[in-house]
């Protein structure tokens, strides 16, 4: 049987969307996630197929963070994730974490926080190799 991941995807929205997309194509970068999928209210972000989308929501209303929910995406080092979060900052995110270890999650977890242009919270992670 083939393994199929827990979730398929994951949409964010916002009040802004060429801002956040501009946002968005420039911090995932750093992960080597790019933009896979463009329609007029959204984009669709992945490395091979969209496993995370930001655009208008879809009921018309007004876009807001929910409390206590953020997305988090893989990186493939510790340089990502500094990358990641250094990227963020610079196009005006807010820092909720400092890349580092967060032995509180695991002793190989390497992480940093960030909340997007619409206050919207985000993660970058790397796992590092346990000896």
């Given at each position: 049987?083939?393994h199929?991941?827990?979730?398929?995807?994951?949409?964010?929205?916002?009040?802004?969307?060429?801002?956040a997309?501009?946002?968005?194509?420039?911090?995932?970068?750093?992960?080597?996630?790019?933009?896979?999928?463009?329609?007029?209210?959204?984009?669709?972000?992945?490395?091979?197929?969209?496993?995370f989308?930001?655009?208008?929501?879809?009921?018309?209303?007004?876009?807001?963070?929910?409390?206590?929910?953020?997305?988090?995406?893989?990186?493939?080092?510790?340089?990502?994730?500094?990358?990641?979060?250094?990227?963020?900052?610079?196009?005006?995110?807010?820092?909720?974490?400092?890349?580092?270890?967060?032995?509180?999650?695991?002793?190989?977890?390497?992480?940093?926080?960030?909340?997007?242009?619409?206050?919207?919270?985000?993660?970058?992670?790397?796992?590092?190799?346990?000896?």
């Amino acid at each position: 049987m083939q393994h199929q991941p827990a979730l398929s995807h994951v949409s964010i929205g916002t009040n802004d969307f060429p801002r956040a997309k501009a946002f968005y194509d420039a911090v995932l970068a750093t992960l080597q996630i790019e933009c896979v999928a463009d329609t007029e209210d959204g984009s669709g972000y992945g490395r091979r197929f969209p496993e995370f989308w930001v655009g208008f929501p879809h009921d018309g209303a007004e876009a807001a963070p929910g409390n206590g929910v953020h997305v988090c995406f893989n990186a493939n080092s510790v340089a990502e994730v500094q990358a990641f979060h250094a990227k963020a900052l610079e196009l005006g995110a807010q820092d909720e974490g400092k890349p580092g270890l967060r032995r509180e999650y695991a002793d190989n977890y390497y992480a940093a926080f960030v909340r997007d242009l619409d206050g919207n919270k985000i993660e970058a992670v790397f796992f590092l190799k346990e000896e």
